[in-house]
């Protein structure tokens, strides 16, 4: 069966029938091209080449861009959801095209692909979205997190948008309904974990326990770690180069064997794409395992490892540690907070994390200890009269 919002079926000959939404007669009604194939993949191969064709040669439709925004009142949403995802595909990274692909071929088309656009308002949109945070899951246990609600959210007013620049009638106007994400403590290694978890790695010999400690003392993530080779460390500079990561994507393909695959794609943003300072003690270390530009540094292979699988070693790790089980994610919180706690400027530190906004570094990245709260609130001893009186006290003893 064809996917709902993919306007593709199976016909009662035997052959799949994929239609497309070509142009509009004057009176708003939908013109279609239906196109034919022994199989569904062939089908939308058809569907997709015509697809491409129409965004690049947008004006060859009769009154593609002639017609007047009321003559568009018959678009339907999953018409304007597959033109804009049409729209965005050269200018998005491949997981981002194939999340929102995933999101509105899952919640948005089924729920409001046979909508009129010019009918869609903005108490529909906020309702929708209501309604996935408290019931939106398929397995029908609950509601979605507000973080997929969120997502669902900006992909729907993405295509709004798009929909405004196109001249398209649409009734959604204001602010839409935005879920607010509960937030959650953000866990950073106290000094003495620390150091039981580096002796811990620092007595194995696994290759993985490299990434551990560029991700302790480098602030990587951990998709750039599984994807970072030894080309990428430049031992004598003593810095590396982040310009992949590697993550799991849905499998949207038709027929695929698996839910999802893995990619090595560019990092999360543009700024994410940075020269890191590798601490010269780590330097000489990882100087004593260095391997060929083109094998990974977390295998030591030239195939990468998958995120899942880096995890549960990391986990090992903290087994063997005595701690209790923490996301990878901690070592680039604690990496921050130590970087703080030794006095290094936030300028700096957002540009080695890689954020685009220093004010990002601050909120959610950098959690200074006790010890450096108390050592900040003993500064203030030089202002009060009782402070200046034990300095002077002190002076004298000596």
């Known amino acids: 069966m064809g996917r709902r919002g993919e306007n593709i079926h199976k016909r009662r000959d035997g052959?799949?029938?994929?239609?497309?939404?070509?142009?509009?007669?004057?009176?708003?009604?939908?013109?279609?091209?239906?196109l034919y194939g022994k199989t569904y993949a062939e089908?939308?191969?058809?569907?997709?080449?015509?697809?491409?064709?129409?965004?690049?040669?947008?004006?060859?439709?009769?009154?593609?861009?002639?017609?007047?925004?009321?003559?568009?009142?018959?678009?339907?949403?999953?018409?304007?959801?597959?033109?804009?995802?049409?729209?965005?595909?050269?200018?998005?990274?491949?997981?981002?095209?194939?999340?929102?692909?995933?999101?509105?071929?899952?919640?948005?088309?089924?729920?409001?692909?046979?909508c009129q656009l010019s009918a869609l308002t903005t108490e529909m949109a906020d309702a929708f979205l209501k309604q996935l945070l408290e019931s939106g899951r398929k397995d029908g246990r609950g509601g979605l997190s507000p973080k997929t609600v969120g997502d669902i959210r900006s992909a729907l007013l993405q295509a709004v948008e798009y929909a405004g620049s196109r001249g398209y009638p649409c009734g959604v106007k204001g602010r839409v309904f935005s879920p607010k994400a509960p937030k959650k403590p953000i866990r950073v290694?106290?000094?003495?974990?620390?150091?039981?978890?580096?002796?811990?790695?620092?007595?194995?010999?696994?290759?993985?326990?490299?990434?551990?400690?560029?991700?302790?003392?480098?602030?990587?993530?951990i998709g750039e770690v599984c994807a970072l080779q030894w080309g990428d460390l430049n031992l004598e500079d003593?810095?590396?180069?982040?310009?992949?990561?590697?993550?799991?994507?849905?499998?949207?393909?038709?027929?695929?064997?698996?839910?999802?695959?893995?990619?090595?794609?560019?990092?999360?943003?543009?700024?994410?794409?940075r020269?890191?300072?590798?601490?010269?003690?780590?330097?000489?270390?990882?100087?004593?395992?260095?391997?060929?530009?083109?094998?990974?540094?977390?295998?030591?292979?030239s195939e990468f490892m998958e995120p899942r699988r880096c995890l549960g070693r990391y986990k090992r790790f903290l087994n063997k540690a005595g701690l209790d089980p923490l996301t990878f994610h901690t070592l680039r919180h604690t990496f921050a907070t130590r970087c703080v706690e030794k006095g290094m400027d936030a300028k700096s530190l957002s540009e080695i994390l890689g954020h685009s906004d220093v004010k990002t570094t601050l909120q959610r990245y950098v959690h200074p200890s006790m010890e450096l709260k108390k050592t900040q609130v003993n500064l203030l001893e030089d202002f009060s009269v009782r402070g200046q009186n034990r300095g002077r006290e002190r002076a004298k003893s000596l």
Not at 19 to 30: D, E, I, N, P
Not at 290 to 301: F, I, K, Q, S
């Open 43 to 114: 089908a939308k191969e058809k569907r997709n080449k015509l697809l491409a064709a129409m965004m690049a040669a947008p004006a060859s439709r009769p009154g593609a861009d002639s017609e007047p925004a009321a003559v568009r009142a018959g678009l339907r949403c999953c018409d304007l959801l597959e033109e804009w995802l049409r729209s965005i595909r050269s200018s998005v990274k491949e997981s981002t095209l194939v999340n929102y692909s995933y999101l509105a071929e899952r919640y948005i088309a089924p729920a409001l692909g046979d």
């Open 189 to 221: 290694l106290s000094h003495s974990e620390q150091e039981k978890l580096e002796i811990a790695v620092y007595r194995s010999d696994a290759p993985e326990r490299l990434g551990i400690l560029l991700a302790l003392y480098c602030g990587l993530r």
């Open 275 to 301: 020269t890191v300072p590798i601490p010269a003690f780590l330097t000489g270390y990882l100087r004593e395992y260095e391997r060929g530009a083109d094998t990974y540094v977390l295998t030591g292979t």
């Open 15 to 34: 052959r799949w029938e994929a239609r497309v939404l070509y142009a509009h007669t004057s009176t708003g009604k939908g013109q279609y091209r239906y």
């Open 238 to 273: 003593d810095t590396l180069f982040v310009s992949k990561t590697v993550m799991r994507i849905q499998n949207i393909s038709k027929g695929a064997d698996t839910r999802t695959r893995l990619v090595i794609t560019l990092p999360k943003t543009d700024t994410a794409v």
